[in-house]
């Protein structure tokens, strides 16, 4: 029997900021319980809905919309394709007509304050990341079920089985480790991602890959592409401004670019210096980030929090690199995803459990493999390219200050950023053969991190900057 098969469109997810884990995974567990209500036959029998939210869900929920993203979710609405402008009045007219139009077919009495409990003081013990969906029915009975979103939109049902709507195949490559992987590409002498592609062959075509595999970059482009255009502040109340545009502003002049491809070209005809790159890549990640901060769209890579890192890298390869074909950009995040799902087999990619090294980390090691494979690498160096990565992220703490995803979430995504181009610019200089660290080492070590790490340095806000910053501004 395989162990937990994942595939690229499990490792990428197209999805509404700010949280994966607070935003995507919850939404999609309400959505889910919506779901198992119509296929019991109950949806018309529910006259009251309650929804309990537990540990780091309820700590710091308000920040990450988790409260936002559960009534969207039994709504019926879907976060890739809803519209993020009706985000607001749709939630204010819940609030105000205290009525929650069930799966978009069955509207009863809701009221937030009375129906949507944070449960602060009281946690699960399968993962910090809870909420309970109670519905009582007009028959005086109720149906119960709890989710857990663990991270990067992954969403596990009440007794360990992780929902999911792909079948367990065999794989012609099964990759628990980055041992395992590296056996396969040494068999066959492919690269990683033909060793991925391969596998995710078993499940969908050729060209339903290839396609799905470029709306996660198109997504990924408006994103950024939005996000460096748009200025003025970040909600949440910690008047935090965005920086995106200004620096792309402060970059380019005054010339307006009306759309992507266009602002590309300006971008890389004015230059390739080292603190003109340095500054682009930034901008970059900035850009993401305050669009996921806003409840934008974008791609979990492979969570919303360090959603920023692999489209700066990428965008890197793409204008500075020379490397722009659409097979560059597919072997790319073919690559990514591999390394993610290593990580989140071996450990984890949820900050509630192991800290920002889950998020961050994991980002910067899958966008540094990338990368080198896409710059030639050998298979040992994009490995040791996610090693390097991951080894310097080690022990990062999540500490967002308010419960959001903002300080210090969106300034980590440049710091990833340019730690993953380093690391491959190292291994790509180097033989791997006497590195002293292998990935797996690294993965054990980052997990083992992860459970001797305090859980007031868990995405909970309970410390670190969370707890000195809002000392110092109660302070003043």
């Known amino acids: 029997m395989q162990k937990e098969q994942i595939s690229v469109f499990d490792m990428f997810k197209i999805g509404i900021g700010p949280s994966s884990s607070h935003t995507l995974g919850p939404w999609r567990a309400a959505q889910q319980f919506v779901q198992l209500l119509e296929n019991q036959g109950l949806l018309q029998q529910v006259i009251q809905i309650k929804i309990l939210l537990y540990g780091s869900l309820a700590k ?4 990450h919309g988790t409260d936002i993203a559960v009534l969207l979710g039994l709504s019926g609405d879907d976060p890739v394709t809803f519209d993020v402008d009706q985000i607001g009045p749709k939630i204010e007219n819940i609030r105000l007509s205290q009525q929650l139009f ?16 944070f449960l602060m003081n009281n946690s ?6 809870a909420v309970t969906f109670q519905a009582f029915l007009d028959n005086d009975k109720a149906v119960s079920e709890t989710y857990y979103s663990v991270g990067g939109g992954f969403v596990v049902k009440e007794g360990g089985q992780q929902t999911s709507a792909k079948p367990e195949v065999d794989l012609p490559f099964p990759i628990e480790t980055a041992g395992d992987l590296l056996h396969w590409c040494l068999k066959t002498g492919i690269k990683i991602s033909d060793i991925v592609m391969e596998n995710e062959l078993a499940w969908r075509s050729e060209a339903d890959i290839k396609t799905g595999v470029l709306q996660f970059f198109q997504v990924m482009k408006e994103c ?19 920086r995106a545009a200004r620096l792309n502003k402060r970059i380019l002049g005054d010339t307006i670019y009306n759309d992507y491809d266009s602002w590309i070209a300006a971008i890389k005809a004015k230059g390739n210096n080292f603190q003109y790159i340095l500054d682009w890549v930034s901008c970059f990640a900035l850009a993401v980030n305050e669009e996921n901060a806003s409840f934008g769209r974008v791609v979990t890579a492979p969570t919303n929090g360090a959603a920023g890192v692999i489209p700066a890298v990428l965008h890197y390869m793409i204008i500075f690199c020379d490397k722009n074909s659409m097979d560059d950009i597919i072997r790319f995040l073919l690559t990514a995803s591999e390394i993610g799902s290593i990580f989140k087999k071996g450990s984890t990619i949820s900050a509630a459990m192991g800290g920002c090294q889950a998020e961050i980390g994991v980002s910067s090691a899958m966008a540094a493999a990338a990368l080198t494979e896409c710059l030639g690498g050998s298979q040992r160096q994009v490995l040791m390219a996610a090693e390097i990565a991951m080894e310097h992220h080690l022990g990062m703490t999540c500490d967002p200050i308010g419960g959001l995803v903002q300080v210090p979430c969106i300034e980590r995504n440049t710091m990833g950023t340019i730690k993953a181009i380093t690391a491959s610019q190292l291994a790509l200089q180097s033989n791997p053969d006497s590195a002293k660290v292998s990935l797996d080492a690294v993965v054990k070590t980052m997990w083992e991190t ?12 309970d410390g670190g900057l969370a707890v000195q910053v809002s000392l110092s501004m109660k302070e003043c």
């Open 60 to 63: 710091t929920g308000k920040g």
């Open 102 to 117: 069930l799966g978009g077919k069955r509207s009863i009495p809701f009221r937030m304050e009375d129906d949507l409990l």
């Open 124 to 129: 699960l013990p399968y993962h910090p990341n």
């Open 224 to 242: 950024m592409y939005r996000g460096c255009h748009t200025s003025g502040y970040l909600p949440g109340g910690l008047n935090v401004a965005r």
């Open 450 to 461: 992860a459970q001797d790490m305090n859980s007031k340095y868990k995405e909970t806000a």
